[in-house]
């Protein structure tokens, strides 16, 4: 019972760290600005809000950029209404949504409305975003120029692993994490990363043993699925061994390969949040065991906006699940660790 109250304050503690961070991801919004003189409007032309947030997505080179969708009305069907030289098309009833690249602090939108006896009415209207340095800078962040990204992390854990013939035991513990991703083009890809057991903080043995986790994966992120959403398959290769000063029990050397989907959702502020699931067969010395050998995991986590370096903070929750049967022994293994923790993005 005391491990979980432990594991519960450190979770408040990261939820109260989340919410100091979130303040900072609340969306961008923009202002639009016509001209207070009534002379100089298209008259008729209005805008259901004055105040559009700003969205993003990437072109198809890869790059993010910044766009607000505004919605109108102009109630003139006998006048055609241009964005420079783009016809914009309305409704029967005159309503129309365009969407607007934002190019800086201002984004002018230059408008005209040709009537049928070729009178012309134009209006330069403005877009004013307020936060366009922090927006861009965290467009740069994740720009394809960044294409390595380090991640180191620390979580606190815990675990419970049971052998056939020996006591359950379980720890709190410290576990140091870190990961490290190139991304070869906007799809493709590759990204290792490793999980050791630091500090056991508190534990029913005094063995004291540690853990050790190594992944490469090669990913591809999935064509149809639309911004703010991205879908990427992950493939490779896990290992995991134990380290137990006693010699006495746990595995050693298993791995094997792995199937890893993350779902991910990007906001217009810079920060994410995603969701995984992975799943592992595992071998010990080279020879296959079978497919209930395994280990299985799911998680969630969150990034913040990055700062003014570019770095950005997150926080994660992992779960995992490994089963084990030696058939040469007959010793089954079962072991699950939850894990929170925060990381820093390079």
């Known amino acids: 019972m005391g491990m979980w109250v432990t594991l519960g304050k450190i979770g408040l503690f990261l939820a109260v760290f989340a919410g100091a961070q979130s303040a900072s991801a609340d969306d961008y919004f923009t202002e639009v600005i016509r001209n207070p003189a009534p002379e100089q409007q298209i008259s008729s032309l209005t805008f259901k809000q004055p105040n559009p947030l700003v969205k993003m997505r990437t072109n198809n080179d890869g790059v993010p950029f910044g766009y607000v969708q505004m919605e109108g009305s102009f109630a003139k069907p ?4 241009l ?5 914009i098309n309305r409704t029967t009833d005159g309503r129309f949504i365009i969407e607007v690249p934002l190019i800086g602090e201002l984004t002018t ?9 070729g009178k012309v009415e134009k209006e330069d209207i403005q877009i004013k975003m307020n936060d366009w340095k922090t927006f861009s800078e965290s467009l740069r962040v994740q720009s394809p120029g960044a294409k390595f990204k380090f991640i180191p992390g620390l979580n606190f854990s815990y675990i419970s692993y049971s052998e056939s013939g020996r006591d359950t035991f379980s720890e709190i513990a410290l576990t140091g ?3 490290l991703s190139y991304a070869f083009s906007k799809r493709w890809s590759t990204m290792g990363s490793f999980y050791i057991t ?6 029913t043995t005094r063995d004291l043993p540690r853990f050790l986790g190594l992944n490469f994966r090669i990913g591809y992120k999935l064509p149809f699925v639309s911004d703010p959403w991205d879908l990427t398959l992950l493939a490779g290769y896990y290992f995991t061994t134990m380290f137990v000063p006693s010699g006495n029990y746990g595995f050693q050397n298993m791995s094997g390969p792995q199937l890893y989907p993350v779902l991910r959702k990007n906001n217009p502020s810079g920060s994410s949040a995603y969701g995984y699931v992975k799943f592992s067969p595992v071998s010990n010395q080279l020879s296959l065991l079978r497919m209930s050998n395994r280990e299985m995991a799911f998680g969630a986590g969150m990034s913040f906006p990055p700062n003014s370096k570019g770095g950005a903070y997150g926080v994660t929750f992992d779960a995992a699940f490994v089963n084990l049967f030696f058939p040469e022994s007959d010793v089954t293994i079962s072991t699950y660790s939850i894990s929170l923790g925060a990381s820093y993005a390079f």
């Open 109 to 117: 939108l230059q408008m005209f409305a040709v009537g049928p006896l």
């Open 78 to 81: 006998d006048y055609n209404l």
């Open 177 to 179: 994490k870190a990961s």
């Open 83 to 87: 964005w420079g030289n783009r016809k």
């Open 198 to 203: 630091l500090l056991p903080l508190s534990s």
